[in-house]
Nanobody, 126 residues
Framework: QVQLVESGGGLVQAGGSLRLSCAASGRTFSDYIMAWFRQAPGKEHEFVAAIRWSEGTTYYADSVKGRFTISRDNAENTVYLQMNSLKPEDTAVYYC???????????????????WGQGAQVTVSS
């Protein structure tokens, strides 16, 4: 059974940085894609970024390109989301998700992911 545990959320001023971590366990993830989604109050889940565990191919939402970086540590079975130049509109609960998905379009759809973490609150003040 896949388990995902996020950490690293918090409160930061606009322009600041935070790094989220997602510790994965329960199986080997070499054929998985790991993704970050976020959900602001009253809104749907929004795709943020994803990384293919085996080759490291990355994908980003246009709203975070150039500011956020997704990476993984194979030895630690952990995926990171480095968030720089944060804006108030980045405020949301951030979720780590995992599944075996091959289509680059399908990875942006939350319902295609079967494993989710509990979420980490990120609040950016203006």
């Amino acid at each position: 059974q896949v388990q995902l545990v996020e950490s690293g959320g918090g409160l930061v001023q606009a322009g600041g940085s935070l790094r989220l971590s997602c510790a994965a366990s329960g199986r080997t993830f070499s054929d998985y894609i790991m993704a970050w989604f976020r959900q602001a109050p009253g809104k749907e889940h929004e795709f943020v970024a994803a990384i293919r565990w085996s080759e490291g191919t990355t994908y980003y939402a246009d709203s975070v390109k150039g500011r956020f970086t997704i990476s993984r540590d194979n030895a630690e079975n952990t995926v990171y989301l480095q968030m720089n130049s944060l804006k108030p509109e980045d405020t949301a609960v951030y979720y780590c998700a995992a599944d075996r998905i091959w289509s680059s379009r399908a990875i942006m759809v939350p319902s295609n992911f079967g494993s989710w973490g509990q979420g980490a609150q990120v609040t950016v003040s203006s």
